[in-house]
């Protein structure tokens, strides 16, 4: 079975500062999809940033950037420029890339306050 | 494009009664998912459907059950209903089956009080 886990409940970061959200998982698979989804107060769930593992360059998305270490197991957020829209619950999630995954695995989360 | 909606988004109910919520994904997705999300658990995988089959199913007990259309939208049903059972339930489309991207797009959710 798959686990993921954000070690930071939460975290803060003044406006304009860069911030790094922690993510580790565990998994036998070999190819698989690992997500970064933001979750602000009272609002849906969106997607900021996906990574396959077969592919050994980082994803970025504007100020967005994940910092994938395979061997490690680890992957982790860097938000760069942080705005207040940026305050928000963030999750880790995994999903193999076989024929028999269903489901995203998800971390308990980092709450992310963004300080004026 | 319309998004992901959910009804309702907010109820309340009794110990022992039955809910039933509702999803309806984006058009042209196939699968929808449901989650459910609580402060202490996180969120936790409910099942999949697609195409109108259940692909697979989270380690809920079998008072959870769930169903989806051919129009795609889905429905999710609680019985005799418990005080664990609040949450925040939240219903994602994809337009693949969610293993081959994993993309998924979340509605608003249904928050649940059994009270």
């Known amino acids: 079975a798959q686990t993921v886990t954000q070690s930071q409940p939460e975290m803060s970061v003044q406006e304009a500062e860069t911030v790094t959200l922690s993510c580790t998982y565990d998994?036998?698979?070999?190819?698989?999809?690992l997500f970064w989804y933001k979750q602000p107060p009272s609002r849906q769930m969106i997607l900021v940033i996906r990574?396959?593992?077969?592919?050994?360059q980082n994803a970025t998305e504007n100020r967005f950037s994940v910092n994938f270490q395979k061997a490690a197991k680890s992957f982790s957020l860097k938000i760069s420029d942080s705005q207040l829209g940026d305050t928000a619950m963030y999750f880790c999630a995994f999903t193999g890339a076989g024929a028999g995954s269903y489901q995203l695995t998800f971390g308990k989360g980092t709450k992310l306050s963004v300080i004026p | 494009k319309a998004g992901v909606t959910q009804t309702p988004r907010y109820l309340i109910k009794t110990r022992g009664q039955q809910v039933t919520l509702s999803c309806s994904p984006i058009?042209?997705?196939?699968?929808v998912s449901w989650y459910q999300q609580t402060p202490g658990q996180g969120l936790q995988f409910l099942f999949e459907?697609?195409?109108?089959?259940?692909?697979n199913k989270g380690n809920f007990p079998g008072r959870f059950s769930g169903r989806q259309f051919s129009n795609s939208r889905s429905e999710m049903n609680v019985s005799t209903l418990e005080l664990g059972d609040s949450a925040l339930y939240l219903c994602?489309?994809?337009?693949?089956?969610?293993?081959?991207?994993?993309?998924?797009?979340f509605g608003e959710g249904s928050r649940l009080t059994v009270l």
């Open positions: 994602a489309s994809s337009l693949l089956p969610a293993g081959n991207t994993g993309e998924l797009f």
């Open positions: 998994t036998s698979e070999s190819n698989y999809y």
């Open positions: 058009s042209g997705h196939r699968s």
């Open positions: 459907y697609f195409s109108e089959t259940q692909r």
């Open positions: 990574q396959e593992a077969y592919k050994q």
